[in-house]
């Protein structure tokens, strides 16, 4: 899934642009944004066992917690924050999604889309809580606590005034949503939502 | 890993002028070196030692016979790999293992300092050690690391000498000293100078020496460097050789003895004036009150890469003064990394082998070191 979501991001990221990657985990993204690009790469991540993975690449990262470190960063001292498929793991994502836009000029935010029709299907006819290769936990030790749809996810940044300059959908084959009537119906087709939002 | 007796005499052409106002002009600085300073000089790290510790940081220890305080991190192909890079570890200003400290003689009097010897700051030391590495014609350090005490020195390396050095690796520290640190220091001082054998800080000229007073203040600070777990893992309520409590007031339990015997030995390779001043150079640290606008206005623009490590069962410098001095650094957009260690061994963890710790350091050194080309 990622990597995916990488190519996209990739492509949003602009040269020579300060970076944070919340949940960087490894430094996947890191390492792969900075091969042909040249940002300023940082990190933030809760594990310290990934953070000294990071170390040993090379990237400068910091040990902590989405939820409670953002509010040490400076307003707009990144250019691009990015929140790959994290944002249903935090403890109050509305808090986190305004910290995002605080702190960037723009944020890039993804997570998997629970208005799928995958997962509708799945809850529809089995009647147990879906799993799937995005969501590959069962509900008693899943750590995305706050899932949500695309639909869910405009409504919670039109109630922050948090503008969505661009937006990507991904279909169940992880590419790139491009007929026009599945677009549209983005929050049936789509497994998963990537937006670059602006405050 | 050969220890030999390196000094340096620095101050002849210009003195040293120390915080207090006072000047310290031909002082003497001893230090150690492992691994070699490569043709471009540019693969050395200074090694800033803590309160008690010395300049044998690795090999054998000449005076106590044992290994090196941190021979478990520095050599071939440990965390501060000597293969790779070249390390310095000097006596810090005020110690009493061949640096200029209270107990060396004061070349105007002809006697021993004691006490007339100036105090001295944490900043002071960090002056010295500048005039070492520059004796030394190291234009730049590749990183200044330390913990504890050590890690006072090397913020303060990073906040007063931020082009002399590439990176920067404080550990189990803090940005100044706490209440409860200066009280537990003044403890410690307070055992020290209440001792008879004390006698106003001149027991060399009456060939005494403080032992009491200086094992309590070592005996109370060990308490502090170790968690209530680690003590508990370690003695919890065992007895020493008896098999029944003795009903009085000897030795007891297992944690006593360790305690009195860490407090001897101690007392047999530390001088009681040096721990006077060099806890008092502690108290004094305050490195947000150098500058108005404090840590952040300190470390503005500054091109040093930090990597900040604490541990969670420090309770001397807990996490959260690592996190302080994190954010301070990421307000202003410096190059941070910080990693909490997960350890029950307490404050001295850093100079337990822990396996994430020396990973994190070893993988921050080498990766920073093919940056720099070597």
């Known amino acids: ?199 | 890993m050969k220890n030999s007796k390196k000094f340096a005499l620095l101050g002849t052409k210009k003195s040293l002028k120390l915080d207090s106002g006072k000047n310290l002009r031909s002082f003497k600085i001893a230090y150690q070196t492992y691994g070699k300073l490569n043709k471009n000089k540019n693969n050395a790290i200074l090694i800033c030692h803590a309160l008690s510790g010395d300049q044998y940081a690795a090999g054998q220890n000449p005076i106590t016979k044992k290994t090196g305080w941190w021979s478990k991190a520095i050599g071939p192909n440990l965390p501060i790999d000597t293969n790779k890079f070249f390390v310095i570890c000097s006596n810090i200003l005020g110690g009493c293992l061949g640096s200029i400290g209270p107990k060396e003689l004061n070349p105007v009097t002809k006697k021993e300092y004691n006490m007339s010897f100036p105090v001295i700051t944490i900043r002071d030391m960090v002056n010295a050690q500048k005039m070492l590495i520059d004796e030394l014609d190291i234009k730049k350090l590749f990183s200044v690391i330390g913990g504890s005490a050590g890690g006072f020195q090397v913020l303060q390396w990073a906040a007063s000498y931020p082009e002399s050095v590439v990176s920067a690796i404080p550990i189990a520290t803090s940005f100044r000293h706490s209440a409860q640190n200066i009280a537990f220091h003044e403890v410690g001082r307070q055992a020290i100078m209440s001792d008879p054998d004390w006698c106003n800080g001149n027991y060399i000229d009456k060939k005494k020496r403080p032992e009491k007073g200086l094992s309590v203040a070592r005996m109370l600070a060990l308490i502090s460097y170790l968690s209530e777990e680690a003590f508990q893992r370690k003695f919890g309520r065992n007895l020493q050789s008896k098999v029944s409590l003795a009903y009085g007031f000897k030795t007891d339990f297992q944690v006593e003895s360790y305690l009195k015997h860490q407090g001897l030995a101690f007392v047999g390779r530390f001088d009681a004036n040096s721990y006077l001043y060099i806890t008092r150079a502690m108290d004094y640290f305050d490195l947000p009150n150098q500058k108005k606008g404090g840590l952040k206005k300190i470390y503005k623009n500054s091109p040093v890469k930090f990597c900040v490590i604490s541990f969670t069962s420090d309770w001397v410098y807990p996490t959260k003064y690592s996190k302080e001095i994190v954010d301070s650094l990421n307000t202003v957009g410096a190059d941070v990394s910080f990693v909490e260690i997960q350890t029950d061994k307490g404050h001295d963890a850093f100079l337990l082998d822990e396996k994430e710790f020396n990973e994190t350091v070893k993988g921050f050194l080498k990766a920073n070191a093919s940056k720099e080309g070597f």
């Open chain 1, 1 to 199: 899934m990622n990597r995916l979501d990488f190519e996209i991001i990739k492509n949003v990221v602009k040269d020579n642009s300060r970076v944070l990657d919340v949940g960087c985990e490894t430094g996947e993204l890191l390492k792969f944004l900075n091969k042909g690009k040249k940002i300023d790469g940082r990190g933030l991540e809760i594990s310290q066992k990934n953070v000294s993975i990071c170390l040993k690449h090379g990237l400068s990262v910091v040990q902590g917690d989405a939820d409670k470190d953002l509010v040490s960063y400076p307003s707009k001292s990144f250019d691009f924050v990015i929140l790959s498929q994290t944002l249903q793991a935090t403890h109050s994502p509305e808090k986190v999604l305004n910290e995002l836009v605080r702190i960037s000029k723009r944020a890039i935010v993804s997570f998997p889309n629970f208005g799928s029709w995958v997962i509708r299907l799945k809850l529809l006819i089995n009647g147990i809580m879906p799993e799937s290769d995005l969501l590959p936990y069962t509900w008693y030790t899943t750590p995305n606590i706050h899932l949500c749809t695309i639909k869910d996810f405009k409504k919670l940044c039109n109630k922050n005034s948090i503008n969505i300059e661009q937006n990507f959908f991904l279909n169940k084959n992880r590419k790139k949503i491009t007929n026009p009537i599945k677009k549209l119906f983005n929050n049936f087709f789509s497994i998963s939502g990537l937006f670059v939002l602006k405050k």
